[in-house]
Structure formats: C-alpha cells, structure tokens
C-alpha cells in the first residue's frame, strides 16, 4: 500500500473518454508494481488494469482494448486512460501499490475518484 492521490474522474456520455491520474509520495515510486482498482456501491472492489515496475501491463477482461495504464516515474504517477466508455464503467477509481504482487485488500486507500458514465 502507498499513499496516495488519485484525480481526473468526473461525468461522461458513454463512449466519451478520461485520463485518471495517481500521484504516490515518500515511497521509491519506481520500484512498486501499481494498479488501479475500481469499486461501485454494494459491490466489491475489483482490480482493473496493474502496471509493474517493469512496465509489463495487465487488464481486466471487461476493459482490455479500451483502458489503458501507464506511469511516470520522474512524476511517480500513474495513469489510466479509459475510452469508449460504458455505464457499466461507472465506479469510485483508485489505485494502490505493492513491492510484491498486488492485493485486493490494503488498510490504506486515497479518497478515490468518480466516474460516471451515463447519459
């Protein structure tokens, strides 16, 4: 877990686009594998996209070919673009860090973003 401040959501029409950004501080930001990870209201949260400190990319089944994950490690952040947006996309977005694999749950999350994809 790193601490965290993630920006960039806000409303859009389905298939519209946004580019979610997560800075992370007092950590070595270029040694963490990072993920972003989404959660709706009475549902659990689900990890969307990871990026390693490698730069290897991974991607949820319902989002590959349309989101996009990458990072700057001059900035120590972490991006997601997310186009060809769909309702079903809406959710509280936010991203964690790990040294080691990424987990689903973390004691400490930033205060997330929201998207809201709806017309």
């Known amino acids: 877990q790193v601490p965290v401040v993630e920006s960039g959501g806000g409303l859009v029409q389905p298939g519209g686009s946004l580019r979610l950004a997560c800075a992370a501080s007092?950590?070595?930001?270029?040694?963490?594998?990072m993920g972003w990870y989404r959660q709706d209201p009475g549902k659990q949260r689900e990890l969307v996209a990871t990026?390693?400190?490698?730069?290897?990319?991974q991607y949820i089944d319902s989002v590959k070919g349309r989101f996009t994950i990458s990072r700057d490690n001059a900035k120590n952040t972490v991006y997601l673009q997310m186009n060809s947006l769909k309702p079903e996309d809406t959710a509280v977005y936010y991203c964690?860090?790990?040294?080691?694999?990424?987990?689903?749950?973390?004691?400490?999350w930033g205060q997330g973003t929201q998207v809201t994809v709806s017309s």
């Open positions: 964690n860090g790990d040294l080691g694999p990424l987990l689903i749950d973390y004691e400490h």
């Open positions: 990026i390693t400190s490698g730069g290897i990319t």
């Open positions: 007092r950590i070595t930001f270029s040694r963490y594998n």
